[in-house]
């Protein structure tokens, strides 16, 4: 008897314990990533992007490769605001449509390359991401959009620039 209560009263001390530890997470407030205002160096403003098109990138991608999130509730409780602050930060090192226009144009065909690899396997959005933010996933008709579209981009990238500026420079050893 007397060890079945020191047993609650245990399991009561540790729940108190992890609630407290919830309690501080939260004043631990994750980085938002929010910009005023059109980003100058955003695709757009070099490239042709049809406004449906725009919207689909919008809403499936735009949270983790834009100066811009639109976030969702839940990353408002500590550590989901974490969590999804580091998929941001490092989807946003990989590409950002934002800064699209000031890579090198070499970069800017690769990057082109890997939506279309990415989004033809299923790989982009997250899943992760789309389990929650169901409204992010893409019906097999935009996900054929995007790849037309990044085709087009392509070959306007590849009419506009000289050949060797499409290719990534050779460090001389
Ligand atoms: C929830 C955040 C999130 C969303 C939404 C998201 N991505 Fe990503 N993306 C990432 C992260 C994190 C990485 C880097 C790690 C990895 O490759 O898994 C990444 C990597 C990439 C890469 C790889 C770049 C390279 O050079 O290999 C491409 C391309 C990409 N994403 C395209 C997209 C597209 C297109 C969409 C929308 C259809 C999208 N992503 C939606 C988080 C996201």
């Not at 950002?96 to 299923?122: C, H, I, M, T, W």
Request: a positive charge; aromatic letters at 10%; one cysteine or more.
């Amino acid at each position: 008897m007397a060890l079945k209560r020191k047993g609650v009263i245990l399991t009561a001390r540790m729940l108190i314990g992890i609630l407290a530890i919830f309690i501080v997470l939260q004043f631990i407030r994750s980085p938002r990533n929010l910009s005023a205002g059109e980003s100058p160096a955003s695709i757009q403003t070099r490239y042709p992007v049809p406004a449906d098109l725009q919207s689909v990138i919008r809403r499936s991608c735009y949270d983790c490769h834009s100066n811009n999130t639109s976030y969702p509730w839940y990353s408002h409780v500590e550590p989901l605001g974490w969590w999804l602050n580091s998929h941001i930060t490092e989807g946003k090192r990989e590409l950002n449509f934002d800064e699209f226009a000031s890579y090198p144009v070499y970069r800017q065909l690769a990057k082109l390359e890997a939506v279309r690899q990415q989004v033809e396997d299923g790989e982009m959005p997250l899943p992760a991401y789309t389990l929650i933010h169901t409204s992010a996933a893409l019906t097999p008709e935009e996900r054929e959009r995007i790849i037309l579209w990044v085709g087009a981009m392509q070959d306007t990238i590849k009419s506009r620039y000289p050949a060797d500026s499409l290719k990534r420079p050779v460090r001389p050893r």
